[in-house]
């Protein structure tokens, strides 16, 4: 008993803000995996899925409980440990951007001064997943998917920073809840719009979506770099994905569409709440859109596209910011 | 001892071992592959560390360059530089002795006088403040000329590169 009531209560309310960040994960994949598969439906002018419960509701959860239940095919030959590690090193760190994310003014876990840096570092960690799954898999279709996750990901990690270090000089700091109060008058989407267009573009190559999503072209490498995994193993790949694409937006929101800030609501304090995950689903939405709309790129192109327009786009955007930011 | 305390001795015990074992698998281990997990693995600890030390930015900032692009970055040039099954079948270990052991040497000498000529305060003490902006007043008024030396050294990296790249070219025709 001594030691129980030695326990500090912030231990508990650690566990308890895990185990409601690991609840809003899974059901963000289920959601987005339900709104995807209908918005592709809708695109392609069919019904998407129609059959389990009320306009095919239910889907999602009969397939995560399909998922769960399959056996996990192991190929021969696989790099041992390398191979069970990956979709754990794709899942692990998806929880803890939500620490800096400011979804209220009184809802971030921490303000970190560096919260803008803390985000993109645990997305970047994803190319270690992804690379690594593909290596391990002894399979030729995952390699090449992994080889292009890699170059695709340090390509476009760059104009990202680059665009992130735009605002930062403009507000002078790289907290989440820094740069919102920073738009107070007016949002960054409309004093940077060429830094908006480029983060959202390399947020949608960094999670690897349409029509960007090289590293897993059906149509020519099978499933790219998850070819060889099965049940629960690749569905930890789909939900890191879908988180990955929740974070994304959220800092693509934060950083220019003026975070939870909005026309009030008669929610009370709920309403920035209400606004920041209607913008942050509204951009998602707009992923799921391009995914559905655009054809795949070439690799040459995709690749031509980051270091020959993106890169010198940024460096260009960066250094107008700083001369009109030294100058007004 | 408090709770807390029992907590932060446990994780730094914990970073400390992630570090030394990276770094054993680093140059242990079979194949190339995994001596590039344990090199990122080391970083990894090495970034907890520097949150003990009170700098979360550094931290970030070597999990973001150092675990993050650097490791990719030789993941692609182990890759694209050997074809799957060399990079099975290389083993590294025991190769260039001669340049290896003088070279660690040296390092862990100059190591050796530079912490002993530190004089070292508790974290806990010191009241110095570590955000960004006391980072890059730092790097940019205090030790100005250390920071433009290291981005002439890898202007020197970059032209070695090129330099290297050209050759091989030309000794295989121009391809």
């Known amino acids: 008993m001594d030691i129980l009531s030695n326990i500090p209560p912030h231990l508990f309310r650690m566990i308890i803000a895990v185990a409601v960040v690991l609840g809003f994960v899974f059901a963000n994949a289920t959601v987005m995996g339900y709104l995807e598969r209908k918005l592709a439906g809708r695109f392609q002018r069919r019904l998407g899925p129609m059959e389990v419960g009320w306009h095919g509701i239910l889907q999602m959860p009969v397939d995560g409980i399909k998922l769960i239940a399959k056996q996990l095919i192991v190929p021969d030959n696989v790099a041992g440990i390398l191979f069970y590690v990956a979709p754990l090193i794709a899942m692990s760190p998806v929880a803890l951007p939500f620490l800096v994310i400011p979804f209220a003014p009184g809802l971030q876990v921490i303000d970190l001064d560096v919260g803008a840096i803390f985000v993109l570092t645990m997305i970047s960690f994803n190319t270690v997943a992804v690379f690594l799954a593909g290596w391990s898999s002894n399979n030729n279709y995952a390699m090449i998917g992994a080889m292009r996750a890699v170059a695709q990901n340090i390509a476009y990690e760059i104009p990202i ?20 109060e920073a738009q107070k008058s007016i949002w960054f989407i409309i004093v940077q719009p060429a830094a908006f267009i480029m983060m959202f573009i390399c947020s949608i190559a960094e999670t690897n979506r349409a029509p960007f999503d090289l590293p897993e072209a059906e149509s020519e490498l099978t499933a790219g770099f998850h070819t060889e995994y099965s049940g629960i193993a690749f569905s930890l790949f789909m939900i890191a994905e879908y988180t990955y694409m929740f974070v994304n937006c959220c800092l693509v929101a934060t950083l220019f569409l003026g975070g939870w800030k909005g026309i009030p609501l008669p929610f009370g304090d709920y309403s920035s709440c209400i606004w920041f995950f209607a913008k942050v689903y509204f951009l998602m939405f707009v992923i799921v859109w391009c995914r559905w709309t655009f054809p795949r790129v070439r690799f040459d192109q995709l690749m031509n596209f980051a270091w020959k327009y993106l890169i010198p786009f940024s460096l260009v955007n960066l250094l107008i910011t700083a001369i009109l930011v030294k100058l007004l | 001892m408090h709770f807390y305390q029992i907590i932060a001795e446990i994780i730094f015990w914990l970073l400390v071992l992630i570090t030394i074992g990276g770094g054993f698998l680093a140059i242990g281990a079979r194949m190339l592959i995994h001596s590039l997990m344990g090199l990122s693995i080391t970083f990894l600890g090495v970034a907890g560390l520097y949150i003990y030390l009170g700098s979360f930015f550094i931290s970030l900032l070597q ?6 692009a650097i490791c990719i970055v030789l993941v692609f040039g182990i890759m694209v530089g050997y074809t799957p099954r060399q990079i099975v079948e290389t083993r590294i270990r025991g190769e260039n002795l001669l340049l290896a052991v003088p070279t660690c ?19 806990a003490q010191r009241l110095a403040d570590y955000s960004i902006e006391r980072v890059g007043h730092t790097l940019l008024y205090d030790f100005c000329l250390g920071f ?19 050759s091989q070219e030309e000794e295989s025709g121009g391809q």
């Open chain 2, 148 to 166: 433009e030396l290291i981005s002439l050294l890898l202007l020197v990296g970059m032209i070695g590169a090129i330099i290297v790249v050209n």
């Open chain 2, 105 to 123: 040497g040296l390092a862990v000498a100059l190591l050796y006088f530079a912490i002993r000529r530190t004089g070292w305060v508790p974290a």
């Open chain 1, 161 to 180: 920073l680059l665009s992130v270090l735009a605002i930062g000089l403009m507000t002078n700091t790289f907290s989440m809840k820094g740069i919102i």
């Open chain 2, 63 to 68: 999990v973001l360059i150092y675990g993050g």
